[in-house]
């Protein structure tokens, strides 16, 4: 298992920018896929963008291409989404994930190929 907790979230206004982060502690993450979740309210959980252990392959939803990047720093155990560009439709709890026992170059979508899971840090919008 590894333990997760994001950072960086908060109120920010439209057009704007944040970085949150997901410290990863116990089973070192290098041996992990990570992803990013959000979670609106009275909405299902969605993907957002994932990073393969390797750091060299990444994938986005939709509404996430060409405003945010996924970064990791193996180093560092630790997982960046630098947002740009924020709109109130990015309103919502970010989830970090890890997915342990990932193939090196694999990125992953859905939230059951995840195992691990933080407790969320919330980003808001403001028109």
């Known amino acids: 298992q590894v333990q997760l907790l994001e950072s960086g979230g908060g109120l920010v206004q439209a057009g704007g920018s944040l970085r949150l982060s997901c410290a990863a502690s116990?089973?070192?993450?290098?041996?992990?896929?990570m992803g990013w979740f959000h979670q609106a309210p009275g909405k299902e959980r969605e993907f957002v963008a994932a990073?393969?252990?390797?750091?060299?392959?990444?994938d986005y939803a939709d509404s996430a291409k060409g405003r945010f990047t996924i970064s990791r720093d193996n180093a560092k155990n630790t997982v960046y989404l630098q947002m740009s560009n924020l709109n109130p439709e990015d309103t919502a709890v970010y989830y970090c994930?890890?997915?342990?026992?990932?193939?090196?170059?694999?990125?992953?979508?859905?939230?059951?190929?995840?195992?691990?899971w933080g407790q969320g840090t919330q980003v808001t919008v403001s028109a």
């Open positions: 994930a890890a997915a342990t026992l990932s193939a090196y170059y694999s990125v992953y979508r859905t939230d059951s190929q995840y195992d691990s």
């Open positions: 990073i393969s252990r390797s750091g060299d392959r990444t």
């Open positions: 116990g089973r070192t993450s290098t041996t992990c896929a």
